[in-house]
Nanobody
Framework: QVQLVESGGGLVQAGGSLRLSCVAS????????MSWYRQAPGKQRDLVATINKGGNTTNYADSVKGRFTISRDNAKNGVYLQMNSLKPEDTAVYYC????????????WGEGTLVTVSS
């Protein structure tokens, strides 16, 4: 069984920073792409950033480019999201997602961590 556990959410003032972490555990053979999504109240879940297996290719939503940085540590099965210059519109539940190979390739989600940015 595979689990993704996020941490690092919280309340921050506009202009501040937060760092989200997500660690995968369980019977993992390998982890392919890892991503962060977010879902604001009443809205759909949107992709924020993604990073490939090697950690050398990243993609970002236009709304966070230049402010957020995704990274990963394959030795720790972790993915991270450094969020700077936060805006109230960044308020959302942030979810970690990964494509993980056990006996097959599966799509896994964390339970989410709430980020609230006050103005």
């Amino acid at each position: 069984q595979v689990q993704l556990v996020e941490s690092g959410g919280g309340l921050v003032q506009a202009g501040g920073s937060l760092r989200l972490s997500c660690v995968a555990s369980g019977s993992i053979f390998s982890i392919n792409a890892m991503s962060w999504y977010r879902q604001a109240p009443g809205k759909q879940r949107d992709l924020v950033a993604t990073i490939n297996k090697g950690g050398n290719t990243t993609n970002y939503a236009d709304s966070v480019k230049g402010r957020f940085t995704i990274s990963r540590d394959n030795a720790k099965n972790g993915v991270y999201l450094q969020m700077n210059s936060l805006k109230p519109e960044d308020t959302a539940v942030y979810y970690c997602h990964a494509i993980i190979r056990t006996t097959y390739d599966g799509s896994y989600w964390g339970e989410g961590t709430l980020v609230t940015v006050s103005s």
